[in-house]
Nanobody
Framework: QVQLVESGGGLLQPGGSLRLSCAAS????????MRWYRQAPGKERELVAR????????NYVDSVKGRFTISRDNAKNTVYLQMNSLKPEDTAVYYC?????????WGQGTQVTVSS
């Protein structure tokens, strides 16, 4: 079955950097687009970044453009989110996502907290 397992979250100060990873299994990873979402306390889950199956195209929500970079390694079945210049408003649980056979699949999430 499809499994997505995020890692790499943590607590850090504003201006810091963090790289999230999402290890995928149970489907042909290289055939599917991947997404990172986040959900802050009391807010709806929002799409942060998306990458096409071959990694050739990426999209970002305006609030992270120029600071976050999504990438993937199809040989390792892993998608990454490099987060730089982190701000307190980036604090959220970050989720990996894919849409496979008409179903959305989610990981368990990883907490990112940015605080001084």
């Amino acid at each position: 079955q499809v499994q997505l397992v995020e890692s790499g979250g943590g607590l850090l100060q504003p201006g810091g950097s963090l790289r999230l990873s999402c290890a995928a299994s149970g489907f042909t990873f290289s055939n599917y687009a991947m997404r990172w979402y986040r959900q802050a306390p009391g807010k709806e889950r929002e799409l942060v970044a998306r990458i096409t199956s071959d990694g050739g195209s990426t999209n970002y929500v305006d609030s992270v453009k120029g600071r976050f970079t999504i990438s993937r390694d199809n040989a390792k079945n892993t998608v990454y989110l490099q987060m730089n210049s982190l701000k307190p408003e980036d604090t959220a649980v970050y989720y990996c996502n894919t849409y496979y056979w008409s179903n959305d699949y989610w990981g368990q999430g990883t907490q990112v907290t940015v605080s001084s």
